[in-house]
């Protein structure tokens, strides 16, 4: 007598086990192939295999009252993004392409973290540096749990998204980022957040690095550094790492591609 196999692990990384067979054939999800112009090249892109990574928009780094802005920073480059992250990340939720939020959400005791790191903006020692409370709120910073660490209001969050907590400018070091992706059949990778040409640029390297399929979708990202710093961001993703989109584009070419499959 048959009896049925139930599903076991994550899919498409998932096996159909009972107490005789295991089926390890790790059958593919339905195609879901979008033709996406970017500044360099036309991309065939299967939605099926792709998820978004949004990165740091958080009220450390992008409200008038987290750190960046305590410390003297002007956040409004970095608030640019929030209108394009809210339009496009519903339409790729109903594609079920993964939303991920990778963001800094470090130990309270700062254990895994260096003194170069913590330098980085606190270099006197005596300053508002990580993990310490900010003045105006007593939320520490970028500690996992705070109100500084958390992702900022103006971002619509949905129960299925993803949390990745990361503790570098990397989300791919000494965090399960690569982990979620292979389980979930992920190659190909969008990125939008802050900061363009720190967090964002550095997750997107190790990802190509890695082997996955890169593209910044400009728009959804941004950084309070100097313009230079953006302008060298998207010639070196463009020259090196991956290719170059905007929110627009990729809405018209998932619009164009549900209108093919009905």
């Known amino acids: 007598m048959n009896r049925p196999l139930r599903t076991l692990g994550v899919l498409p990384n998932a096996w ?5 067979i295991a089926d390890i054939t790790r059958p593919s999800l339905p195609h879901q192939v979008i033709t996406l112009t970017t500044e360099s090249k036309t991309l065939r892109i299967d939605l099926a295999k792709a998820a978004i990574l949004v990165i740091d928009m958080q009220n450390d780094f992008c ?5 960046l802005a305590h410390i003297g920073v002007d956040v409004a ?6 209108a394009p992250i809210n339009t496009l990340l519903p339409q790729f939720r109903a594609a079920k392409v993964p939303v991920i939020w990778v963001n800094w959400g470090n130990r309270p ?8 790191l913590r330098h980085v903006y606190n270099p006197t020692g005596v300053g508002v540096g990580l993990g310490d409370p900010l003045p105006n709120r007593g939320a520490k910073v970028l500690t996992l749990g705070s109100w500084a660490a958390a992702i900022i209001d103006e971002l619509d969050q949905n129960p299925s998204d993803i949390y990745v907590d990361k503790y570098r400018m990397s989300g791919f070091w000494d965090t ?3 982990s979620i992706l292979r389980n979930l059949g992920k190659t190909t990778l969008f990125f939008g957040g802050v900061n363009i040409d720190q967090c964002v640029m550095a997750t997107l390297q190790d990802a190509n690095f890695l082997g996955y399929d890169c593209i910044l979708v400009k728009d959804c990202a941004a950084t309070t550094s100097p313009e230079y710093c953006l302008q060298a961001t998207l010639y070196n993703v463009n020259q090196c790492f991956g290719f170059v989109t905007d929110s627009q584009a990729i809405l018209e070419a998932m619009q164009l591609g549900d209108k093919r499959h009905n």
């Not at 409200?63 to 750190?67: L, Q, R, S, T, V």
């Not at 480059?77 to 929030?82: E, F, G, L, S």
């Not at 005791?109 to 003194?115: E, G, R, V």
């Open 77 to 82: 480059p970095a608030r640019k993004p929030i």
């Open 176 to 178: 399960p980022l690569d």
């Open 109 to 116: 005791d700062l254990l895994n973290i260096s003194a170069g």
């Open 63 to 67: 409200h008038p009252e987290g750190w």
């Open 16 to 20: 159909a086990v009972n107490e005789a």
